[in-house]
């Protein structure tokens, strides 16, 4: 089955900065990519996703980048505010065919002021 | 987006008694919901996918038998925790898929403590 990892597990940085978090999947047949953040003690929401006919896409100060043949896809905040400090994951699916999601283990971003 | 509610957000309960979590759609038909399992600073753990109307499709090592999942309706599904123990102490969270495959729209959890 599918094997999602997430890299690094805390980031810290400064505000204003850019933060990024790299994701490798195993399941070559995955082709749905969405990225949640959570908020401590609350329900995750998605953030961003991408699809696997597309390498990259932006939405405002967030983007996210695909490379099929390595398997891996980041996920790239501009311009950090200490709003964006929450927990973020990743995850893999197969489109199409309703599968589940598989979760990353997910990183802790720390936006400092 | 699509609203998705838990009910209760949080409980406590003695050892051995069971404990029933709902999941609800809100404003639209969900033809799937999962139900997953998340311990402090962890992932989200998939316990299992519920469809309308069928027996829930449990994932490795999660006793059926322990976490009674029911989706009677295209807006509700149910976890009951069966005499639970205080290893079964966590927050659990469904979420929802409507029309819109790949599209899962989470509840806000349900924090389980067993004294």
């Known amino acids: 089955g599918e094997n999602v990892e997430q890299h690094p597990s805390t980031l810290s940085v400064q505000e204003g900065d850019s933060a990024v978090i790299k994701c490798t999947y195993s399941d070559s047949a995955s082709n749905y990519f969405p990225w949640y953040k959570q908020e401590l003690g609350k329900r995750p929401q998605l953030i961003i996703d991408i699809r696997s006919n597309v390498g990259e896409k932006k939405d405002q100060r967030i983007a996210v980048t695909l490379n099929k043949t390595a398997k891996h896809f980041s996920l790239h905040i501009t311009e950090t505010q200490p709003e964006d400090s929450a927990v973020y994951f990743c995850?893999?699916?197969?489109?199409?065919?309703?599968?589940?999601?598989?979760f990353g283990p997910g990183t802790r971003l720390s936006v400092l002021p | 987006g699509a609203v998705v509610s838990q009910h209760p957000s949080w409980v406590i309960c003695k050892s051995g008694t069971s404990v029933k979590i709902e999941c609800r759609s809100l404003?639209?038909?969900?033809?799937?919901m999962f139900w997953y399992r998340q311990f402090p600073k962890q992932s989200l753990m998939l316990m299992a996918t519920s469809n309308e109307g069928s027996k829930a499709t449990y994932e490795q090592g999660v006793e059926k038998d322990k976490f009674l999942i029911n989706h009677a309706s295209l807006t509700l599904s149910t976890l009951t925790v069966t005499s639970a123990h205080p290893e079964d102490s966590s927050f659990y969270i469904c979420?929802?898929?409507?029309?819109?495959?790949?599209?899962?729209?989470f509840g806000p959890g349900t924090r389980l403590t067993v004294l």
């Open positions: 404003d639209f038909q969900a033809t799937t």
């Open positions: 995850a893999a699916s197969i489109q199409n065919y309703g599968q589940n999601f598989v």
């Open positions: 979420s929802a898929r409507g029309d819109r495959v790949n599209e899962q729209f």
